[in-house]
């Protein structure tokens, strides 16, 4: 048997093949190589995508703690670590907190595992914005020994929390790191690689996001409520009700107007939670005719109120209506005050017709009398008649001037001089007696009462006032006294009748303006109902107080007091 001729002798050929594997082995090598880099960037590019599309969108309330809670465990599995947790920084203490969900830290190690924002790992990522690896947490100098220790830990990647903010074309505008967010103790005794860096710092981005979308909820719940607790303590009825006819909110002031019971949120059909036929009826309007629409409604329950309803559209940034909101204002009042305006009126016409009557009869008598018929002495008391009678016009015209400047806001002036109060009660009281037969009018001071400063004319007219009110509402006569005593810096007087007393509903309204007690007595004793008015306010431009205290049918008593002295400015008192 020969050899070809070829043929390399074997041991030649052996070493040739030996060669040709070895280099075969190399270039797998090499493949090897290349395939397990291509495996590491494909499982990152898949892991970047599964955190990408494990983050939920921006929802408008995220469920913080879960969401994160997610994304904890994700990150420790996919970085093969055994703990990870995230701190915020809290600028007020300066320290790094730790957050729960966390991963492999029971709540108590979350609650403890804190540390100075310029401590150890975590201190060093927040304060230069960049990872950190250290693979000897134990060894390595720049860690927090305690926390190490606390939390078991052997190796670390840190990486920053970063909060962008971008403006409308996605450009990053601003950064800002709040917090950092820890894997520890790579699994299977390894260590954290670039790689887990790179992969780290995208989740961390993606954690930011949330946590920065949470705290926006948070600003804008913040900012809702606020919104809610003021439309809810403003004195207008709101409702708002969608364009499916749905009350979707009625805030206190409405559900008191509109007689609903129910509290907290309202989401029920209108014509279910509204009553009123005419309310339903202004909204349902706005709503048809998607305009605005207004209209006065007079309610009977649960009291006898006037409502001014207003509606509006609510729309959406394309224009298209969403809902109507109506907002009702209890003009009750100023109905009220108008009725009491027109019935001032026709009482003011009624006041000043009756001394002018008086006047122009005792005047054309005397006229006509060419004959000398009446005796000076009747002549005199004629002349006497239409005087006072002249006095009460022009008392009434002063008081009507006096009520309008108040109106206006304009505040009473109040000139003072030294006045002594037993002598100008004695005199209001004299000329009152004038008046009277019916009526026992007594003075009562009992010690000696210091001479005060104010306004003399004004204090006549408050006792005038008061004491021709006590004979007027004690038709049947009976004791009328005034009693005035020294109480500290004041002077108090204490005007006593016997007569009809006040209603005790009635005993603050009958101070307003043109508030009369509407009984049969008192329409016959006829009045403007502004005396009490006037009275209130001259007393208060003194910085004196003024009440009553009264039983119907057992006489009222009025009392007021006046400082001796006008108190000085920022002492308070003057009104009007
Ligand atoms: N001493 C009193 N006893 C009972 N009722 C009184 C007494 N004083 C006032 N009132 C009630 O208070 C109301 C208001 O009194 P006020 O003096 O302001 O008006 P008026 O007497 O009706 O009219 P005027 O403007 O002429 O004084 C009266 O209409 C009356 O109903
Ligand atoms: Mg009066």
């Given at each position: 048997?020969?050899?070809?001729?070829?043929?390399?002798?074997?041991?030649?050929?052996?070493a040739r093949l030996k060669a040709r594997v070895q280099e075969l082995e190399a270039e797998l090598e090499q493949y090897k190589g290349r395939?397990?880099?291509?495996?590491?960037?494909?499982?990152?590019?898949?892991?970047?995508?599964?955190?990408?599309?494990?983050?939920?969108?921006?929802?408008?309330?995220?469920?913080?703690?879960?969401?994160?809670?997610?994304?904890?465990?994700?990150?420790?599995?996919?970085?093969?670590?055994?703990?990870?947790?995230?701190?915020?920084?809290?600028?007020?203490?300066?320290?790094?907190?730790?957050?729960?969900?966390?991963?492999?830290?029971?709540?108590?190690?979350?609650?403890?595992?804190?540390?100075?924002?310029?401590?150890?790992?975590?201190?060093?990522?927040?304060?230069?914005?960049?990872?950190?690896?250290?693979?000897?947490?134990?060894?390595?100098?720049?860690?927090?020994?305690?926390?190490?220790?606390?939390?078991?830990?052997?190796?670390?990647?840190?990486?920053?929390?970063?909060?962008?903010?971008?403006?409308?074309?996605?450009?990053?505008?601003?950064?800002?790191?709040?917090?950092?967010?820890?894997?520890?103790?790579?699994?299977?005794?390894?260590?954290?690689?670039?790689?887990?860096?790179?992969?780290?710092?995208?989740?961390?981005?993606?954690?930011?996001?949330?946590?920065?979308?949470?705290?926006?909820?948070?600003?804008?719940?913040?900012?809702?409520?606020?919104?809610?607790?003021?439309?809810?303590?403003?004195?207008?009825?709101?409702?708002?009700?969608?364009?499916?006819?749905?009350?979707?909110?009625?805030?206190?002031?409405?559900?008191?107007?509109?007689?609903?019971?129910?509290?907290?949120?309202?989401?029920?059909?209108?014509?279910?939670?509204?009553?009123?036929?005419?309310?339903?009826?202004?909204?349902?309007?706005?709503?048809?005719?998607?305009?605005?629409?207004?209209?006065?409604?007079?309610?009977?329950?649960?009291?006898?109120?006037?409502?001014?309803?207003?509606?509006?559209?609510?729309?959406?940034?394309?224009?298209?209506?969403?809902?109507?909101?109506?907002?009702?204002?209890?003009?009750?009042?100023?109905?009220?005050?108008?009725?009491?305006?027109?019935?001032?009126?026709?009482?003011?016409?009624?006041?000043?017709?009756?001394?002018?009557?008086?006047?122009?009869?005792?005047?054309?008598t005397l006229l006509s009398d060419t004959e000398g018929f009446f005796d000076d002495e009747s002549r005199r008391e004629f002349y006497t008649?239409?005087?006072?009678?002249?006095?009460?016009?022009?008392?009434?015209?002063?008081?009507?001037?006096?009520?309008?400047?108040?109106?206006?806001?304009?505040?009473?002036?109040?000139?003072?001089?030294?006045?002594?109060?037993?002598?100008?009660?004695?005199?209001?009281?004299?000329?009152?007696?004038?008046?009277?037969?019916?009526?026992?009018?007594?003075?009562?001071?009992?010690?000696?009462?210091?001479?005060?400063?104010?306004?003399?004319?004004?204090?006549?007219?408050?006792?005038?006032?008061?004491?021709?009110?006590?004979?007027?509402?004690?038709?049947?006569?009976?004791?009328?006294?005034?009693?005035?005593?020294?109480?500290?810096?004041?002077?108090?007087?204490?005007?006593?009748?016997?007569?009809?007393?006040?209603?005790?509903?009635?005993?603050?309204?009958?101070?307003?303006?043109?508030?009369?007690?509407?009984?049969?007595?008192?329409?016959?004793?006829?009045?403007?109902?502004?005396?009490?008015?006037?009275?209130?306010?001259?007393?208060?431009?003194?910085?004196?107080?003024?009440?009553?205290?009264?039983?119907?049918?057992?006489?009222?008593?009025?009392?007021?007091?006046?400082?001796?002295?006008?108190?000085?400015?920022?002492?308070?008192?003057?009104?009007?």
């Open positions: 048997m020969t050899l070809p001729q070829d043929r390399q002798p074997p041991e030649q050929e052996l395939a397990g880099d291509l495996d590491k960037q494909l499982s990152a590019e898949r892991a970047e995508r599964q955190v990408i599309e494990s983050t939920p969108p921006i929802s408008p309330t995220p469920d913080l703690e879960q969401t994160l809670g997610r994304l904890v465990k994700r990150i420790a599995m996919i970085l093969q670590a055994e703990k990870c947790v995230f701190m915020l920084h809290d600028p007020e203490a300066g320290e790094l907190v730790a957050q729960r969900p966390a991963v492999g830290l029971s709540d108590e190690q979350v609650k403890v595992f804190r540390v100075r924002a310029t401590h150890g790992a975590s201190g060093e990522a927040f304060r230069d914005a960049k990872p950190v690896v250290l693979d000897d947490a134990v060894g390595d100098p720049r860690t927090v020994k305690e926390n190490v220790a606390l939390l078991n830990i052997r190796n670390i990647a840190t990486v920053p929390l970063v909060m962008e903010t971008r403006d409308e074309q996605e450009r990053v505008v601003e950064k800002k790191t709040i917090g950092v967010l820890h894997v520890f103790n790579k699994r299977f005794g390894g260590m954290f690689s670039d790689e887990d860096v790179r992969l780290l710092t995208i989740m961390a981005r993606q954690a930011a996001a949330v946590i920065a979308s949470a705290q926006l909820y948070i600003e804008l719940k913040q900012e809702k409520d606020k919104l809610e607790a003021t439309l809810e303590s403003i004195l207008a009825g709101v409702m708002v009700v969608d364009m499916k006819g749905k009350v979707t909110l009625v805030n206190q002031a409405g559900r008191r107007m509109l007689g609903l019971t129910q509290e907290g949120e309202i989401s029920a059909p209108l014509d279910e939670v509204i009553p009123d036929e005419r309310i339903r009826e202004l909204v349902k309007r706005s709503m048809t005719s998607q305009k605005e629409s207004a209209a006065e409604i007079e309610v009977k329950k649960p009291a006898e109120r006037v409502y001014q309803g207003q509606t509006t559209l609510i729309r959406d940034e394309t224009g298209q209506p969403t809902g109507v909101v109506a907002i009702f204002n209890d003009i009750s009042e100023i109905r009220n005050v108008e009725r009491m305006k027109s019935a001032f009126v026709a009482t003011v016409s009624h006041e000043l017709r009756t001394p002018l009557t008086g006047i122009k009869g005792f005047i054309s008649i239409i005087d006072q009678e002249c006095d009460r016009l022009t008392r009434l015209i002063s008081d009507l001037l006096n009520v309008s400047a108040i109106e206006s806001g304009r505040a009473l002036e109040v000139n003072y001089t030294p006045v002594d109060p037993t002598s100008l009660i004695e005199k209001t009281v004299s000329v009152q007696r004038s008046y009277t037969d019916k009526h026992e009018l007594r003075v009562e001071i009992p010690e000696r009462l210091p001479r005060i400063m104010a306004d003399e004319e004004k204090l006549e007219r408050i006792l005038t006032n008061l004491m021709n009110n006590a004979t007027k509402y004690s038709p049947h006569g009976g004791e009328v006294v005034v009693r005035a005593v020294r109480e500290g810096d004041s002077i108090v007087v204490a005007v006593r009748d016997q007569g009809i007393g006040v209603p005790k509903d009635k005993q603050t309204k009958i101070f307003e303006r043109f508030e009369r007690v509407d009984t049969r007595d008192t329409r016959e004793a006829g009045g403007a109902g502004i005396g009490l008015f006037l009275v209130k306010h001259m007393i208060e431009a003194h910085g004196g107080t003024i009440g009553v205290e009264s039983e119907v049918g057992n006489g009222s008593t009025f009392t007021f007091s006046i400082p001796v002295e006008p108190k000085r400015a920022g002492g308070g008192g003057g009104s009007a």
